[in-house]
């Protein structure tokens, strides 16, 4: 596989630990969590290993400013406002959601790594995501476009190689478990699956999408990060695993589920959860494991992908 250019942004390999009491009160198969929380580039997350190679890219064309999107709370939208400044470049947000009326959470951070935000709406996102780069060029800055959760290939890509960390663990697990969202992480995933040889399962706890058009989404992506990386593989979205039972009321919104997954790995492993991603993924698992859905003499990786910010947003930390 193919090495693309990066820049060394996150604290990698990630630490692999065990959940044993959580393992034991549930009665489940053996439990680990990789902890990509712990990335760094304030305050962690799966988005600094796809920025290593973005931002990269971002120098390669010569870019003094990151345009990207995402919602108010968005862990993607801070840890690239971070990177931006790391690099020395400008950041524009284009933010959707109403304006809040004060800092909390991911978006006190934007505020403090000095973003410019632009206001938007789900439905005109991409509109205001274009006029925001063709003002900036107009204006004779060198914009680069950082797609919505950092999920182009060359993003993607990061996660093909994370596969290679999985790939020393022992026991190897036979699954791995974790919020699937813009899809990045699940197409590098199963691009390095293939790659280096991992044949436990890749399975996607859905954030905010059915699972046919996550399915879809993910192996289309995984195609063109194979391509990228010089490898001629091709997915089809049946071979895809994605579980959509935990939707919830929707993206972003959190109800009794993630808040009893967050109050369960806090108060017996010490283990922070996210109210928006991990939060609802580990409420999945718990779930699946009540239903017996890992055999017993498993293991499995939960995949901690960040977002704990979000804890501190005040319209979480409110209700939690
Ligand atoms: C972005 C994000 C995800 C989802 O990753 P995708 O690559 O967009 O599927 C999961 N967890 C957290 C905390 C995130 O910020």
Redesign the pocket.
């Known amino acids: 596989m193919q090495n693309l250019p990066r820049v060394p942004i996150a604290f990698l390999p990630t630490p692999v630990e065990p959940l044993s009491r959580l393992s034991s009160h549930l009665k489940g198969p053996a439990l680990y969590i990789k902890r990509d929380d712990l990335t760094g580039l304030a305050f962690g997350?799966?988005?600094a290993r796809k920025l290593e190679y973005l931002m990269a890219e971002a120098k390669a064309q010569g870019a003094d400013l990151v345009v990207t999107a995402g919602a108010v709370q968005s862990?993607?939208c801070r840890q690239t406002a971070a990177a931006a400044a790391q690099a020395g470049m400008r950041c524009i947000l284009v933010l959707t959601g109403d304006k809040p009326n004060s800092f909390s959470g991911n978006y006190l951070l934007d505020s403090l790594l000095g973003v410019e935000v632009v206001w938007s709406t789900r439905a005109n996102r991409e509109r205001d995501l274009k006029q925001t780069v063709e003002r900036a060029v107009a204006e004779g800055r060198k914009p680069y476009l950082v797609p919505y959760?950092g999920?182009s290939p060359t993003g993607a890509a990061a996660y093909a190689y994370a596969i290679q960390e999985v790939m020393d663990l022992l026991p190897t697990p036979d699954t791995i478990v974790?919020?699937?969202?813009?899809?990045?992480?699940?197409a590098g995933m199963v691009v390095g699956a293939r790659v280096y040889g991992y044949t436990g399962k890749i399975f996607g706890i859905s954030?905010d999408e059915k699972s046919e058009v996550l399915k879809e989404r993910v192996a289309r992506l995984a195609g063109e990060t194979a391509q990228l990386l010089g490898e001629n593989l091709t997915f089809s979205p049946d071979e895809i695993l994605v579980n959509d039972d935990y939707l919830g009321k929707g993206y972003g919104i959190m109800g009794d589920p993630e808040r009893n997954a967050i109050r369960l790995f806090a108060s017996i492993e010490g283990m922070m959860l996210?109210p928006?991603?991990?939060g609802r993924a580990g409420a999945g698992l718990v779930d699946l494991i009540g239903k017996g859905f890992f055999k017993k003499d498993q293991t499995i990786l939960f995949w901690h992908?960040?977002?704990t910010p979000a804890l501190f947003a005040e319209n979480y930390s409110a209700s939690l």
């Open positions: 997350g799966n988005k862990n993607h959760g999920s974790f919020a699937s969202s813009s899809g990045g992480t699940q954030v996210d928006v991603y991990t992908t960040g977002g």
